[in-house]
């Protein structure tokens, strides 16, 4: 759906996006990250044409965004981290406006602003000046003028920034719902937000990307060894001796005891080494029954702090 080649941005000796590839499928979403000055925000603008980059191109859904801009833009929904709303308009002034804008039909617009209104929960404050409403409420207003003309594709900015976590929750419930019909590039700080949503991320430091795959995929790869967390009927002094002798454990350790005649024990494995069914059968060999087993992959965090930090010690 979305194609992003050789893309190169420069302000003046600075090189804000260097060289980057990517696509995005039809109905994907795909979570977009990286710190502070990673060149996040000028891709974006660059993706939806408000920028035009240095070189490289960008095509929607099979179009040059510069040799097709009307027709390619009209397949875009942007929400810009600070939403572009005249305060003075009330909701609905505003929404018509940017319909107009977009060149919704009459025909067309009222049963479309109904809907969208109805999706965003913002039709109680569709007479309410926009100066007057909530942080919450004016984020909805921005996400509903991104949503008229149904784009096929959805850009969001920091969706969610300066929200309460009631907020935070019922924005994420909403572009999850999007995503059933729309694809979504989702950029976000709040990073188990985007592990909850997205799909694939895609991890930039200084204009290049340093990591791309889906959450799961990356801390397999990333990390060095394999951690499992159980909860094992017994104490200590009967379990560790059978769990160490597993082959392909590198390091056992308890955690302490939660419930009452139970033991929680971390256990280490070598990287790739699978050792969930050799556990299950020492320990039911020991009649030591597994109450829990939990896997400790690498964080979101932990995943963009490595990437990043481990790009700039090279440079």
Not at 29 to 38: D, Q
Not at 169 to 193: A, D, K, M, Y
């Given at each position: 759906?979305?194609q992003v080649?050789?893309i190169?941005?420069?302000?003046?000796q600075?090189?804000?996006?260097?060289?980057?590839?990517?696509?995005?499928k039809?109905?994907?979403?795909?979570?977009f990250?990286?710190?502070?000055?990673a060149?996040?925000?000028?891709?974006?603008?660059i993706?939806?044409?408000y920028?035009?980059?240095?070189?490289?191109?960008?095509?929607v859904?099979?179009?040059?965004?510069?040799?097709?801009?009307?027709e390619?833009?009209?397949?875009i929904g942007?929400?810009?981290?600070?939403?572009p709303?005249?305060?003075?308009m009330?909701?609905s002034e505003?929404?018509?406006?940017?319909?107009?804008i977009?060149?919704?039909?009459p025909?067309?617009?009222?049963?479309?602003?109904?809907?969208?209104m109805?999706l965003?929960k913002?039709?109680?404050?569709?007479g309410?000046?926009i100066?007057?409403?909530?942080?919450?409420?004016k984020q909805?207003?921005?996400?509903?003028?991104a949503?008229?003309?149904n784009?096929q594709?959805?850009?969001?900015?920091e969706?969610?920034v300066?929200?309460d976590?009631k907020?935070?929750i019922?924005?994420?419930?909403?572009?999850?719902?999007?995503?059933?019909?729309?694809?979504?590039?989702?950029?976000?700080?709040i990073?188990?937000?985007v592990?909850?949503?997205?799909?694939?991320?895609i991890?930039?430091?200084?204009g290049?990307?340093?990591?791309?795959?889906?959450?799961?995929n990356?801390?397999?790869?990333?990390a060095?060894?394999s951690?499992?967390?159980?909860?094992?009927g017994?104490?200590?002094?009967?379990v560790?001796?059978?769990?160490q002798?597993?082959?392909?454990?590198?390091?056992?350790?308890?955690?302490?005891?939660?419930?009452?005649?139970?033991?929680?024990i971390?256990?280490e494995?070598?990287?790739?080494?699978?050792?969930?069914?050799?556990i299950?059968?020492?320990?039911?060999?020991?009649?030591?029954?597994?109450?829990?087993?939990?896997?400790?992959?690498?964080?979101?965090?932990e995943i963009?702090?490595q990437?990043?930090?481990?790009?700039?010690?090279v440079?």
């Amino acid at each position: 759906m979305i194609q992003v080649e050789n893309i190169t941005k420069h302000y003046g000796q600075h090189v804000a996006v260097d060289q980057l590839n990517f696509t995005v499928k039809k109905g994907e979403i795909l979570g977009f990250l990286g710190p502070n000055g990673a060149g996040k925000s000028t891709t974006m603008n660059i993706i939806t044409g408000y920028l035009s980059a240095t070189s490289g191109t960008v095509k929607v859904d099979g179009m040059d965004i510069l040799e097709y801009p009307e027709e390619a833009k009209a397949k875009i929904g942007y929400l810009p981290e600070f939403p572009p709303l005249y305060t003075e308009m009330t909701v609905s002034e505003y929404l018509d406006f940017v319909s107009a804008i977009k060149k919704v039909t009459p025909a067309a617009k009222k049963a479309s602003l109904e809907k969208i209104m109805d999706l965003v929960k913002i039709g109680d404050v569709r007479g309410r000046l926009i100066k007057n409403l909530s942080k919450g409420y004016k984020q909805r207003v921005g996400l509903a003028q991104a949503l008229i003309g149904n784009p096929q594709v959805l850009i969001l900015d920091e969706p969610t920034v300066g929200l309460d976590p009631k907020q935070i929750i019922e924005i994420r419930n909403l572009i999850q719902q999007l995503g059933q019909e729309h694809t979504i590039i989702l950029s976000s700080h709040i990073l188990p937000e985007v592990s909850a949503v997205c799909e694939r991320v895609i991890i930039i430091n200084r204009g290049r990307i340093v990591a791309g795959d889906t959450p799961e995929n990356l801390s397999k790869s990333l990390a060095a060894s394999s951690k499992l967390l159980l909860r094992v009927g017994g104490a200590s002094e009967a379990v560790l001796p059978v769990l160490q002798k597993i082959a392909g454990i590198k390091f056992v350790e308890v955690q302490g005891v939660r419930e009452t005649g139970t033991t929680d024990i971390l256990v280490e494995a070598e990287k790739d080494k699978d050792i969930r069914r050799p556990i299950f059968k020492a320990l039911s060999q020991a009649e030591l029954p597994i109450l829990m087993m939990r896997s400790l992959d690498l964080t979101l965090e932990e995943i963009f702090l490595q990437v990043t930090t481990q790009q700039q010690e090279v440079s």
